[in-house]
């Protein structure tokens, strides 16, 4: 198991190249893109556009391991076809993005359903499916891995449910990355992890309290990521283990997350 870092704490202070660039000098080879503006405008993307960054990731030897829309700002589950064809648009415009990066993992979040009046269940799973189907079969002649996600803030928020809507495509190309933050706050985490120990494709970790959803640094809240990490190593997980620190600390909240774990005898190389 290695650890990798998502750009998502640069989102706002540092351009898509710096961000890079400080990860890189950093020591760290596995990196996630956040897919956002202002780092990235998807309706804006040409062939090519990305090169420059790709070169940037080859000269410290880095591999993209995954790309990522936030998923409050779109939605598979839609009770509206006209967001879920908006959705589904920029899934396909990520693709492109994502080959052209070179990335291992497209990650799709299940949508969300309404909290106030939610439709049924299984109409808006039903949503899902559709759209999510759509994604696999516009990736079908790629390489890419398709990477489901749970979040809190999803239609889809405990780990059975996950494990369920991906075992209905029925296709090795489609995953399950893991966030310990968001299974945080429905279940434990490294318990639920053996729940779906066949499907990994890529585990990411942060800090975050019982009272209110956040990504910090570890050792900020009440994960215990030592029994998560040991539970990853005990199913046999050997990928990447990705720090998706969201604070405004930059890339201290990453050495400060390895440095707790170190000190609880935890050490994963870059």
């Known amino acids: ?82 967001m879920r064809k908006m959705t589904l648009d920029l899934y396909k415009r990520l693709t492109d993005v994502a080959l052209e990066l070179e990335t291992q993992i497209l990650l799709v979040l299940p949508g969300k359903r309404h909290p106030l009046l939610p439709p049924d269940f299984d109409l808006i799973q039903s949503y899902a499916v559709d759209t999510i189907g759509k994604v696999i079969e516009h990736t079908k002649d790629t390489n890419l891995t398709i990477g489901l996600e749970t979040s809190p803030a999803l239609f889809i928020d405990k780990v059975h449910q996950l494990k369920h809507l991906r075992d209905q495509f029925n296709n090795e190309r489609v995953k399950i990355v893991y966030d310990a933050a968001n299974v945080f706050m429905q279940e434990d985490p490294a318990e639920a992890l053996k ?75 870059k």
């Open 195 to 269: 729940l779906v120990k066949d499907d990994l494709c890529l585990l990411h970790l942060s800090d975050t309290k019982k009272t209110k959803w956040e990504h910090a640094p570890l050792g900020t809240g009440d994960i215990d990521a030592v029994s998560f990490i040991k539970a990853a190593q005990e199913i046999g997980f050997d990928g990447y283990l990705s720090l998706e620190i969201i604070n405004d600390q930059g890339i201290q909240g990453v050495l400060d997350s390895i440095a707790y774990l170190e000190e609880r005898g935890i050490s994963l190389p």
């Open 1 to 82: 198991m290695k650890l990798g870092v998502n750009t998502y704490a640069w989102l706002w202070n540092e351009t898509l190249s710096d961000s890079v660039k400080i990860i890189g000098e950093n020591g760290f080879k596995g990196l996630e893109f956040l897919v956002s503006p202002p780092h990235f405008y998807l309706q804006d993307y040409r062939p090519g556009m990305y090169r420059d960054i790709r070169k940037m990731m080859d000269d410290y030897g880095m591999e993209s391991l995954s790309v990522n829309i936030p998923g409050l700002d779109i939605n598979v589950a839609s009770p509206f076809p006209e």
